[in-house]
């Protein structure tokens, strides 16, 4: 549907560096990437905004890389919409139907069909200005899909809404894709790129590091940009030996055991913080490590919590867990590292 | 009321004394002319021909030149390219020249020797002592009214609306105006004035340039030369009067227009 061929392009210091992606058609991809990574850019170079210094996109297997913006059925929704300020909401809806010079009452029908599917039927005579973030994504997406693109492309759709519309926006999203749109969508956000994604690529620095279902993304992470992407923040670097089927994992403080599984001799070990356990009494397994808390902060399902023991820590507990064991910063504790849950890269 | 601290009367002092530098001449020459010698003077055909011809002038000059002017400040406005600071001082360059000076320059380029002159030689014109000639004259000392004016407009529409409009199907000539032009009406608007406004009122380079036929600040220079300040000052108090009027009148029409246009785009079609 979309693919784009070792795409480059630089802006001063910054550079997109040999991007190759496909995305299939009905697919929701998402583009994961912290702000700077180049995802507005691709997104610029798909829409034709920008021309790539080198490379291809192709749409539906047609070289589009020197086709006119105007020509290229890719329809951008931008990060802050650009809604016409001096229009209302029907004839921004209508204006690329005018455009094409459509009859007016096929523009009035397709205009009133388009702003019932996204609720915005009773805001077609309001001014712009007057909208909230919400109705004016609304409009911004009505906009760009009464033109039937072959491919929707959204810049940070929700980092201009309030956190309590997101689900709308959602569901908007995922009902749009249903329907049979293919959309591309980048964000910053983890989160957003989980409940919404079919496949989901991470940038960084101008280069995409991984592509794949979220599942397979977030859970064999290439490299460590990614995984902290997946919200893993407990990373060492660690010697690894192996004695028959057990494998050991030197990180200069602590020796790990972990699932023998033909690692080299160096690498990084990774585990997520919601999989390490906690407890006040020591646990009779293999990887238990006793640590003294150094901060406690309340987190979005309960508490984080940073542990020392010469590695750090970080671990996710649940509120009832933090009051059952009465913790406290300064208090010693005992972390389980489960074998199962490591993972080395 | 607040009670108002030494500053603030030192400002309103000030203030009130440049509002009575501007205005104390003007009413001097009200309060110095008879209603009788007003009157003749309005009917005078001289004067009258004078006036109109100014105005005329100045309005078409400000309109021809705007097809020009308004598409050069959006490039202005968007692209940046080597020597674009060059062609800025270009642009505003007449306004700091001495206007007879500007008259001078502008002699060399329409007159039979010059090259505009020439060409229009060919096709039998006499730019010199020609209403045309007076139009490149108020053209050349206030065009940069009307760039700068437009050129600031043209900035102050995001860039992200124009990529819109194009990603919605629009070509660059469509996107221009219908939505790089309408949002920059006021701003366009107000150069237009200034330009007018500024060629009508030119003297210096339309003197070189035409003596005759005699635009209003030519005739009042004439009479005060002839006759003196008295007979002078009739002809000044009407021009003043007829472009005071115009300029409220131009005001009246822009703001209806930016209503309307603001009216075209609410809701008429909805309750269709």
Redo the contacts between chains.
Sequence with gaps: MLRLEHISKTYGDFKLRDIDLEISKGEYFVLLGRSGAGKSQLLELI???RRPDSGSIFLNGQNITSEK??H?K???V?Q?F?I?????V??NI???LK??KLPKDET?RKVREMAASVNITHL????PGGLSGGERQRLAVA??LV?SPDIILLDEPMASIDTALRDDVRRLLRKINSSGMTIMHVTHDYQEAVRLAHRVGVIHNGKIMQTGEPDEVFSKPVNKFVARFAGIRNFYRVKISCDKDKCYARSGHHTYNVASNGYGNEGLMMIRSDAVELSTEEFREHNCIRARITEMNRAETGYELYLESGDKYHVLLKTKDVQKYDLRTGQFVFLLLPPGEIRII | MDKRSLFHWVILLLSSLVLLFILAPLLGMVFDTSAGEFFETVKDDEVQASVWLTLSVAFLATLVFSFFAIPFAWLMARYNFPGKRIVQGLVDLPVVLPHSAAGIALLGFISRDGLLGRAADTVGLNLVGNPVGIAFAMAFVSLSFLINASRDGFAAV?V??E?????????PL?MFF??SL??TWRNIASGFVMMFARGMSEFGAIVIIAYHPMTAPVLIYERFNQFGLSYARPASLFFILVALVIFILIRLISNRTNNS??KR???Q????
């Design positions: 829409a034709g905004l913006i105007q290229r890719t329809g951008i931008f802050d650009a016409f300020p001096h229009l209302d029907y004839n209508a204006y690329s455009i094409k009035d077609l005579g309001r001014k906009r760009t033109t | 995001p992200r609306l990529k819109a409009a194009m990603n919605l199907g629009a070509s469509k219908t939505v309408p949002l246009l603001q785009s609410t809701g079609k909805v309750n269709a």
